[in-house]
């Protein structure tokens, strides 16, 4: 942990007995309202947005996260700085947090259980331990019954060739741990190309996966709760640049047909999981069928829409079902185009704001991180239009003018 004294709690106790949601247990019990302290493993920009939606409700919010410049730290009431398995800051975040979330799903699932004996925790160990390993969450999809596209596991060099024979080529090889927009995948045509990627991840253990030809990705956000109401917000249309998404539209152009299948099958993931939260199901569109990509159990980029185009963003949702409250309405209000600014734009001379911000129907959402990289995320802007069409063309424009 940081050596520098942490910020004590204002105005509250350090204890889950300051919620006013009745007497004190090691679950919480619910509604937990405004006044708590709420938790959050992960200070980037997702825990950032919780932060700043948790704090305009009324709560307090500890922000445990190694990094000393962490975006959400610097807007929580405190922040602890330390690893996700030390067990003072785990300790401390237990004893004063009524209930804790986590932004991102490669948190170690010992501190998640290990936080769940004194505080309440979602969404579970149990469905983040799945969702942050490729391998056991195909296995799982497969398991119960929901389509993706043909894959084979890969846990040393020796599994290549029966993978390689029952998925055929083209196919991409994706390690199965903390690969992320785009990172830890490569592209394979033949059995040499194959074992050159594996030998690139060193070795890990890894999903072969068929190459198939989309028609278009998709994406449903929703928010479960612990009597298993389920809250769906709009599909979003995807597009992916280099493996990170470049741009969300929403309405998504597809088929009525094609948003209730998104809408019925994101809700049967979330059921099948027994989920409490906020998580997300990135889909594929392959020959007019859905197949699933993945999981991600928490807000997700592709819904950053919502923060300006329905009267529930996905933060708030995040904090009412960790709170134990009802979902939020998840109406959208206007048609939207989100797009990512990356780390990219703050090349030759840095983005161009004012070509921006000279749109009084964009919102502009930047993060607070202090180093730009190629390829990291820095912000994003939603263009809101009565006509959809519209608000994706001046995203696009926007997007090059930065």
């Given at each position: 942990?940081?050596?520098?004294?942490?910020?004590?709690?204002?105005?509250?106790?350090?204890?889950?007995?300051?919620?006013?949601?009745?007497?004190?247990?090691?679950?919480?019990?619910?509604?937990?309202?405004?006044?708590?302290?709420?938790?959050?493993?992960g200070g980037g920009q997702l825990g950032r947005m919780f932060t700043v939606a948790a704090r305009t409700l009324g709560y307090k919010v500890m922000v445990l996260d190694p990094d000393p410049a962490s975006p959400a730290g610097q807007m929580a009431d405190v922040h602890l700085q330390a690893g996700y398995t030390d067990e003072a800051a785990l300790d401390r975040l237990a004893q004063s947090c009524a209930a804790?979330?986590?932004?991102?799903?490669?948190?170690?699932?010992?501190?998640?259980?290990?936080?769940?004996?004194?505080?309440?925790?979602?969404?579970?160990?149990?469905?983040?331990?799945?969702?942050?390993?490729?391998?056991?969450?195909?296995?799982?999809?497969?398991?119960?019954?929901?389509?993706?596209?043909?894959?084979?596991?890969?846990?040393?060099?020796?599994?290549?060739?029966?993978?390689?024979?029952?998925?055929?080529?083209?196919?991409?090889?994706?390690?199965?741990?903390?690969?992320y927009d785009g990172k830890g995948q490569a592209r394979v045509e033949t059995r040499d190309s194959a074992r050159a990627a594996?030998?690139?991840?060193?070795?890990?253990?890894?999903?072969?996966?068929?190459?198939?030809?989309?028609?278009?990705?998709?994406?449903v956000v929703l928010a479960r709760n612990d009597a298993g109401e389920c809250a769906l917000f709009p599909v979003a249309e995807n597009r992916h640049v280099d493996g990170i998404l470049d741009v969300s539209l929403v309405p998504a152009r597809v088929s009525a047909s094609i948003v209730q299948?998104?809408?019925?099958?994101?809700?049967?993931?979330?059921?099948?999981?027994?989920?409490?939260?906020?998580?997300?199901?990135?889909?594929?569109?392959?020959?007019?069928?859905?197949?699933?990509?993945?999981?991600?159990?928490?807000?997700?980029?592709?819904?950053?829409?919502?923060?300006?185009?329905?009267?529930?963003?996905?933060?708030?949702?995040?904090?009412?079902?960790?709170?134990?409250?009802?979902?939020?309405d998840t109406r959208l209000l206007s048609p939207v185009a989100m797009v990512n600014i990356l780390g990219d734009r703050w090349q030759n001379g840095g983005p161009h704001w004012a070509a921006l911000l000279a749109h009084p129907n964009v919102k502009l959402h930047l993060y607070g991180k202090e180093t730009a990289r190629p390829g990291r995320k820095m912000g994003h802007f939603n263009v809101l239009d009565a006509d959809a069409a519209a608000a994706l063309k001046l995203a696009e424009a926007l997007r090059d003018a930065l």
């Open positions: 942990m940081s050596s520098k004294p942490l910020p004590v709690l204002r105005g509250a106790s350090d204890s889950p007995r300051a919620s006013a949601g009745g007497t004190a247990s090691p679950r919480a019990a619910l509604p937990i309202l405004p006044g708590a302290t709420l938790g959050i493993l804790v979330t986590t932004e991102f799903e490669n948190v170690p699932a010992a501190s998640l259980i290990a936080l769940a004996e004194h505080c309440r925790v979602a969404p579970g160990a149990g469905a983040v331990a799945i969702a942050q390993d490729r391998s056991h969450e195909k296995s799982w999809l497969a398991q119960h019954g929901f389509a993706t596209a043909p894959f084979a596991l890969v846990y040393s060099e020796g599994d290549l060739d029966a993978a390689l024979a029952e998925v055929g080529t083209p196919a991409l090889l994706k390690v199965a741990r903390f690969g594996l030998r690139e991840f060193g070795g890990q253990p890894c999903v072969l996966e068929a190459y198939v030809k989309l028609d278009g990705e998709v994406s299948q998104a809408q019925d099958l994101a809700r049967a993931v979330a059921d099948a999981l027994g989920y409490v939260g906020v998580m997300a199901v990135e889909f594929f569109l392959v020959e007019g069928r859905l197949l699933i990509n993945e999981i991600a159990p928490r807000p997700h980029n592709s819904g950053h829409y919502t923060l300006d185009a329905c009267v529930t963003d996905q933060f708030e949702q995040q904090v009412r079902v960790l709170a134990g409250l009802p979902p939020g």
